[in-house]
C-alpha cells in the first residue's frame, strides 16, 4: 500500500516525505472506518443468529435465577446483555438450557424446566426480547429473538413423552450430550463416568429419540456429542443436523471440534457447523484472537463451502475468549476480519443468519412430511437405565410396620377378634346394662 501511495503521490511525495506519510495514516485509517462500516450495514441488513449462550446457566449460578435482582439490559458479571446483543448486531439468541451432567440420575428434568422458565421469563418481561418457535417467526421477529435449545439428553431422563413436553414449552432445540454419556448417547468428553459405551454409540433408544426429534421438527444439536455418535446420527437423521457451538479439528485439535471427515457428512446431510469462540477450541490456549477464530471459518469454507456455517458463540458457557471478541458485542470485530480475508456479503449473510433459517426451515419441512406418524411409544428398557431414581411400576406392596412398632394385619386382626368377644360378654354379665 506504502509504494502504490508513493507512486500515486509522486514528485511531490518524494520532495515531501512528512505530508507522504500523513497520506498513508490518513488513507489507513479511512480504509478502517471504511470497512468498519461496511460491516455494521452488513449485520445490520443480516442480524446474527447466535447458535448458543449459555446466559441462562449464569443467571442460574449467580443470582438463582431471581430475575428480580437484576437488570438485564446491563449485567456486569456475564458476557451477554441485552445492551451488549444490540451492539453486537445480534438479532436471535438461541439460549441454552443446560444443567450440570452431575444432575444425571438425580433432578436433571426439574433443574431443566427451571432453566426454561427462566428464558422464558426474560424473554418476556424484556420488551427489547422475544420467544419464537418456527423458522417464519425467527426471521420475520423485529426485536432480539430467542430460541430455547436443551444441552444434554440427560435433561429427558431417556423419556420420548417429556422430550414431546419440553417441545410443548418451546424447546426447539436439543444436544443429545453434554460432558457425559446419557443411556443411549457418547459424549465426546470422558469426565464423568456415566453409562460407558463401547460400539454402540447410539443404541436402539438413541434412534427413537433421532426419528422423534426429526418428527416434532426439533434441531439434533451434536457439539459434544462423540464422533461415532455424531457420524451414526447423521447417518438415520432425515432432517438436516447442526453442531450449535463447535469448530474445526484441523485447526485446532481438540475433541469438541470437526473433523474434515465429518464436517464432509456434514454437508451430505445439509446441516450447519456454528464456531465456537471459545478460546481453548479456537486457539488451542486461554490466549487466542480474532485471526485465530477467522482461520476456522476459513478452513471450513476451504474443506465443505460457506453455505453451512453459522456462529455458536458460546459466550457466559466458555470461561475464555480471544483477544478482540471477548463479549457479545465483539461480534462486528469478527465479520470486519472475515470482510478483509475477502469474504463475500453473499457468503457473510449466510453465516450470519441465512444458513440458520434454511437449516431450521428444512428441519421444519421434514417435520410436516412426518405429520401423520404418531407419537413414539418407545420405551428405554429399565437395565439400560437403572438408577436410584427411576420408579418401577408395579402394583403396591402391602403396608409393612415392623412387629416392634405395630401389629401385623393378622395380629391387629386377631386382637380386633379378642375384643369383640370381650366386650359381648362384658355387656352379658353387666347388671347395670
Ligand atoms: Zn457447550
Request: charged share 20%; glycine share 6%; hydrophobic share 40%.
Amino acid at each position: 500500500m506504502l509504494s502504490w501511495l508513493i507512486a500515486k503521490g509522486g514528485h511531490d511525495s518524494w520532495i515531501n516525505p512528512a505530508k507522504s506519510l500523513v497520506s498513508c495514516m490518513f488513507f489507513v485509517l479511512t480504509s478502517g472506518s471504511n470497512m468498519r462500516e461496511r460491516t455494521l450495514e452488513l449485520m445490520k441488513k443480516y442480524p446474527l443468529i447466535d447458535g448458543h449462550n449459555d446466559l441462562a446457566l449464569q443467571l442460574r449460578i449467580l443470582h438463582n435465577n431471581k430475575l428480580s435482582q437484576i437488570d438485564l439490559h446491563n449485567v456486569s458479571n456475564v458476557a451477554t446483555d441485552i445492551n451488549r446483543l444490540k451492539t453486537g448486531h445480534v438479532g436471535a439468541q438461541v439460549f441454552a438450557a443446560y444443567v450440570m451432567c452431575t444432575a444425571q440420575e438425580k433432578d436433571a428434568v426439574r433443574l431443566t424446566l427451571e432453566q426454561i422458565d427462566v428464558i422464558r421469563r426474560m424473554c418476556s418481561e424484556y420488551q427489547e426480547l422475544e420467544l419464537v418457535t418456527s423458522a417464519e417467526a425467527l426471521n420475520s421477529s423485529k426485536k432480539i429473538a430467542c430460541l430455547i435449545s436443551i444441552e444434554g439428553g440427560h435433561s429427558i431422563d431417556s423419556s420420548l413423552a417429556a422430550l414431546r413436553m419440553f417441545y410443548q414449552l418451546g424447546v426447539r432445540s436439543m444436544a443429545l450430550t453434554h460432558t457425559c454419556n446419557t443411556p443411549w448417547a457418547e459424549s465426546s468428553s470422558k469426565l464423568y463416568s456415566f453409562y460407558p459405551r463401547s460400539n454402540n454409540s447410539l443404541t436402539k433408544f438413541g434412534k427413537a429419540v433421532v426419528a422423534e426429534m426429526n418428527r416434532l421438527g426439533m434441531i439434533i444439536d451434536l457439539s459434544h456429542s462423540s464422533w461415532d455418535t455424531a457420524q451414526a446420527v447423521i447417518q438415520i437423521s432425515r432432517a438436516p443436523v447442526t453442531f450449535s457451538h463447535s469448530s474445526a479439528f484441523a485447526v485446532c485439535k481438540h475433541d469438541r471440534n470437526i473433523p474434515d471427515w465429518l464436517l464432509h457428512m456434514l454437508k451430505e446431510n445439509k446441516g450447519l457447523v456454528m464456531v465456537n469462540m471459545h478460546s481453548r477450541f479456537v486457539a488451542c490456549s486461554d490466549s487466542g484472537n480474532i485471526s485465530n477464530a477467522a482461520d476456522h471459518f476459513d478452513h471450513i469454507k476451504k474443506v465443505i463451502g460457506a453455505e453451512w456455517i453459522g456462529i455458536g458463540g458460546d459466550y457466559d458457557g466458555a470461561s475464555r475468549f480471544p483477544h478482540g471478541l471477548e463479549d457479545v458485542s465483539k461480534y462486528p470485530a469478527l465479520i470486519q476480519e472475515l470482510l478483509l480475508r475477502g469474504w463475500s456479503e453473499e457468503e457473510l449473510s449466510g453465516v450470519l443468519r441465512d444458513n440458520f433459517l434454511r437449516v431450521f426451515g428444512e428441519v421444519e419441512r421434514v417435520r410436516d412430511e412426518l405429520k401423520g406418524t404418531i407419537p413414539a411409544e418407545e420405551q428405554i428398557p429399565f437395565s439400560e437405565a437403572a438408577n436410584p431414581c427411576r420408579l418401577v411400576l408395579r402394583p403396591p406392596k402391602p403396608v409393612t410396620l415392623s412387629t416392634r412398632n405395630a401389629p401385623s394385619h393378622a395380629q391387629s386382626g386377631h386382637a380386633a377378634v379378642f375384643a369383640m368377644v370381650f366386650a359381648m360378654l362384658m355387656i352379658h354379665f353387666n347388671p347395670l346394662l
